[in-house]
């Protein structure tokens, strides 16, 4: 989707993805297959190219170093190697007083031990590096549970945090150029299932408080960071208050939205970012929301009926060309955008029922 991006504003892509199936392969004009720790092959892709991006964080920082040697890589390393361990990320958002729930930092399954103790409760112990999607994640319900989850999650080192009653979850997209510019979408609204987001409207419908709260920090985040690119923060709601829950250096599932909905994508705002253009508007044109399709929907006795879901007026389809659809793996969304947020979130779970008619 960002390659996509970038060819409609007149530019040449080349990827590096260690799958020689990877969905980028349509859309990009070179694919370098190659995994995320080959610092010749990153090298090779900076001297090639003007300006590099990532849209993972699983990236050894001293590729983008390699890279980085040839051409400007944005965001950087310094950035990613905070945002790529929960462990760094927590305590830096921690000590520039951006609001976080109550967390440790573990490195034994003693010291979970004491960690669960010390927080009571449920609690989820997350690994440090690598997770997603809610994978790399352990819920405990009391401190015996220690071993098992150390174990269980096989990291050097692990984030403990004490399960919030949260009331809602939102995130905020914040685009950076290098320039300084910089540009602060709407919050927006996502519910997850399992841990995993199931569905996400832009704008949030919440009150213009907690609104503005949210795009403050989410913009000093940004900036505490000097984030070249895109930065999505996820926050957490309790009653009237917000506490950040992570970052992603990166384009993020809950602004897809942005392509239906938005004057400016959130992959063409990427584009302008990292290439120092002027960044476009956020002005939301209409309210959109997405619902995210997982591979059990192609596990079952027949396909997912998209003509069924394509009837409704205002719903497209949205496909990444993934191979080998797995229970849990994101392969596609179904958009809808509607005269509001509420419509929209309605008409969207409908097109999503449609797919097993
Ligand atoms: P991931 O990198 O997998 O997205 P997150 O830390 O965002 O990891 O966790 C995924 C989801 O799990 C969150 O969006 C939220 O719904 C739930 N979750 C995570 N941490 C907590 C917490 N401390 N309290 C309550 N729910 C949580
Ligand atoms: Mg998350």
Not at 75 to 92: D, H
Not at 175 to 181: D, F, L, M, Q
Request: proline share 6%.
């Amino acid at each position: 989707m960002l390659a996509m991006a970038a060819r409609e504003m007149g530019y040449h892509v080349r990827a590096l993805d260690p799958d020689p199936r990877c969905a980028a392969r349509f859309s990009v004009e070179e694919h370098l297959v190659a995994s995320f720790d080959d610092e010749a092959a990153a090298e090779r892709l900076g001297r090639s190219c003007d300006v590099v991006t990532l849209e993972i964080e699983k990236i050894a920082t001293s590729c983008l170093d390699a890279a980085g040697r040839a051409a400007p890589v944005r965001p950087g390393s310094a950035a990613l190697e905070i945002i790529q361990n929960r462990a760094r990320q927590k305590t830096f958002l921690d000590a520039h007083g951006l609001p976080v729930g109550p967390f440790r930092v573990v490195r034994s399954a003693e010291q979970l031990g004491f960690a669960l103790l010390e927080l009571g409760g449920v609690c989820f112990v997350k690994a440090a590096a690598g997770g997603y999607d809610g994978r790399g994640q352990f819920e405990t319900t009391s401190a015996e549970q220690a071993a098992e989850a150390w174990s269980a999650l096989k990291a050097s080192s692990c984030v403990v945090e004490k399960a919030l009653a949260i009331d809602a979850e939102l995130s905020v997209l914040v685009a950076r150029a290098p320039s300084g510019a910089l540009i602060v979408y709407p919050p927006a609204l996502n519910h997850h299932v399992d841990r995993v987001l199931a569905w996400s409207v832009l704008p949030a419908p919440i009150e213009p408080r907690v609104a503005e709260r949210v795009r403050e920090l989410a913009r000093a985040a940004a900036e505490a960071l000097s984030i070249e690119g895109l930065l999505c923060i996820e926050f957490f709601v309790l009653g009237g208050d917000v506490l950040v829950n992570e970052l992603a250096p990166r384009p993020h599932n809950s602004y897809h939205a942005s392509v239906v909905g938005s004057a400016t994508s959130q992959f063409e705002q990427c584009v302008r970012a990292i290439c120092d253009l002027p960044l476009g508007s956020v002005d939301t044109l209409r309210p959109a929301a997405i619902a995210n399709l997982l591979g059990d929907a192609w596990l079952g006795a027949s396909p997912p009926s998209f003509d069924a879901a394509l009837e409704l007026p205002g719903v497209r389809v949205h496909l990444y060309g993934k191979t080998g659809a797995r229970p849990g793996r994101k392969m596609g969304h179904l958009s809808a955008s509607a005269a509001t947020a509420e419509e929209a979130v309605a008409l969207v779970q409908l097109a999503k029922t449609r797919l097993t008619r």
